[in-house]
């Protein structure tokens, strides 16, 4: 059974950094395909970034392209989610979400896609 725990989130002002972590244990990482989400009350699950297998091909909603970046650590079983010149409108509560199996190509953008996700680390940006 896979388990996945965040952390990292926090209180933080316009233009802070914040850079989030996810443990995962359970399965082999090496063929973990992993991604970020976020919610705010009321709204839908949204889709953040997400990596592949091997960690090279990366995909981000347009909303963080060039603020945040999603990155892994296979031996350390772990992925982060850095997130640079943070805004009001990226305050949310941000999972971790991981799926087996995929190619080196794989970067799945829906939340249906994944099985398996960890109960979330808020994140508050301030204005």
């Known amino acids: 059974q896979v388990q996945l725990v965040e952390s990292g989130g926090g209180l933080v002002q316009t233009g802070d950094s914040l850079r989030l972590s996810c443990a995962v244990s359970?399965?082999?990482?090496?063929?973990?395909?992993g991604g970020w989400f976020r919610q705010v009350p009321g709204k839908e699950r949204e889709f953040v970034a997400s990596v592949s297998t091997n960690g090279r091909k990366k995909s981000y909603v347009d909303s963080v392209k060039g603020r945040f970046a999603i990155s892994r650590d296979n031996p350390r079983n772990m992925l982060y989610l850095q997130m640079n010149s943070l805004k009001p409108e990226d305050t949310a509560l941000y999972y971790c979400?991981?799926?087996?199996?995929?190619?080196?190509?794989?970067?799945?953008?829906?939340?249906?896609?994944?099985?398996?996700w960890g109960p979330g680390t808020q994140v508050t940006v301030s204005s």
């Open positions: 359970g399965r082999p990482f090496n063929i973990i395909t």
């Open positions: 979400a991981v799926q087996w199996g995929g190619n080196t190509n794989y970067t799945p953008r829906w939340a249906y896609e994944y099985g398996a």
